[in-house]
């Protein structure tokens, strides 16, 4: 049975790989180059787990001369008798021989150019065997660049499935298994890391890092994810290597950052960015105020929740997730507010917006989320505002159930509200004349508040 869950591997599969890797040798000295080879019976994996669309890609690129595996995560994950998050394919054909292949195939990427093959809404990602790169002068820029600290700008030189397997960065994620004889070849010992839980980056780790820093916050997620140890000579250069992360896109750093928070282990991945050191480096507002108890809270259990709606097959949003892992910068700036004599409201949303102007210069998070976090913390400040229609204004507002939570996420962290949640949580389970009692029975709102507020306030309130 497949298993999305992290963590939990089904009873046997240790056992099972421990097996392979006994028949195989694996726990001795390699003597030759080349893959480990697994034959049909060997491995748990069958033609079948591939989804059709990465059977279909694999059998249309066969049948049209080139060479193709489904290779990386999918072939580690149902190893580990885990559900793939998604099938990618490596071939011998270039990207444009592989779109010509297929009706609904397209090229993307620049630094990496690679195939997307679409099959309804499951997309497979295509991918040319990668060689190392050759410093000769007179190089394609376009086929292969590289930075003064060794950053591959492009990485576009293609080369054969050995060469393909070494540019890969971790050892699990460079088997290739090959649905046609149903086989896996494993070239970079990774089996024998799946066994032991480890995960070994190929090669020198300091150089694999400089080339693409985001090597980094990937040895995060699948430690996580996997729940499996960092080997000595992947972890030791992390550190140092950390602020390489400043010279990667805002863009790619935010879809990096959804894959880490978004993948149903938040929680034990936000533990091993803080560990690795490279949680400052995508939350720099937020990682020094960590060192308060609630703020800690906050993030932890904003994670928690996270993983818990995820692995319940509840709907989530990089909006929630973000207004939560913001939220300690906007109370610390909120104050500065304050301190001028400038409305709670005011105050508020002016932290918030610099908050946000401040991390999209490490993520860019897209309009629509920032404008979804700016009215979750907004809403904070009407929920507490009960009185006259406000209660039944807020209720209305579209956002207001993400508000709600937010709340309780604040309440679970240990602030003390009055009893808030729980007042909202009655009103919504009451009808309509019992929520008209609850509003009246609230004390009066101090008199000389509302004047004040008035005169400040601001132009964008979203009150709908
Ligand atoms: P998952 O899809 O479960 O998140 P994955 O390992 O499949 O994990 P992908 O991002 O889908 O990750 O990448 C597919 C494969 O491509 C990886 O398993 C790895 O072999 C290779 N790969 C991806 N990103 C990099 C990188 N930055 N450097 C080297 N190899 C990479
Ligand atoms: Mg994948």
Known sequence: ML??????????????????????????????????????GSHPIEPADLSRAASEVVSGLEQ???????????????????????????????????????RRAQI????????????????????????????????????????????????????????????????VNAMYYHPTDNTI???????????????????????????????????????????????????????ECAPLLGDISSARLFDESLKLLMSGAALATYEQLRQLSLFAELFPQTAPLLDDDFYQKLISQAMRNTDARINNRQRVTPAFIYAAL?????????????????????????AG??????????????????????????????????????????????????????LLLREQAGEQTQGLGEWWTLYQEVDEDEREAMVAALPRPKSGNKRRRSRRKPKADHAS
Request: one cysteine or more; aromatic letters at 10%.
């Open 64 to 102: 049209a001369g080139y060479k193709a595996y489904v290779v990386g995560g999918c072939v580690r994950d149902l190893m580990l008798g885990l559900k793939p998050k998604d099938f990618d394919v490596a071939t011998d054909a270039t990207p444009e021989q592989a779109k010509v292949v297929f």
């Open 326 to 350: 913001l939220w300690p910068a906007l109370i610390e700036q909120r104050k500065h507010y304050t301190d001028k004599g400038d409305s709670p409201l005011y105050a508020l949303q002016q």
């Open 353 to 406: 917006s610099d908050a946000i102007q401040q991390q999209i210069k490490r993520t860019a998070i897209p309009r629509r989320f920032t404008t979804m976090m700016k009215e979750i913390w907004e809403l904070q400040a009407r929920l507490n505002r009960r009185n006259g229609q406000n209660a039944e204004r807020v209720f209305s507002h579209p956002r207001f159930r993400a508000a709600y939570d937010f």
């Open 185 to 239: 070849y494993d070239y970079a010992d990774g089996l024998k890391d799946l066994e032991q839980k480890t995960l070994r980056i190929i090669g020198d780790a300091a150089t694999r890092y400089r080339e693409d820093p985001v090597r980094m916050l990937r040895a995060a997620r699948f430690a996580a994810k996997l729940d499996f140890e960092l080997d000595a000579k992947t972890f030791a250069p992390i550190a």
């Open 3 to 40: 298993d999305s869950r992290p963590y939990f591997f089904a009873p046997d599969t240790l056992s099972m790989l421990r097996r392979i890797a006994k028949k195989l040798g694996l726990s001795k000295k390699r003597k030759t180059s080349g893959p480990h080879i697994v034959p049909p």
């Open 108 to 171: 993307i990427g620049r630094r990496f150019r690679i195939v997307h093959v679409r099959f309804g809404r499951e997309v497979i990602e295509v991918t040319t065997f990668r060689a190392h790169h050759t410093s000769s002068p007179g190089n394609d820029k376009n086929l292969s660049r590289q930075s003064k600290e060794g950053m591959l700008l492009r990485d576009n030189v293609f080369g054969s499935i050995d060469e393909d397997a070494s540019r890969r960065d971790f050892s």
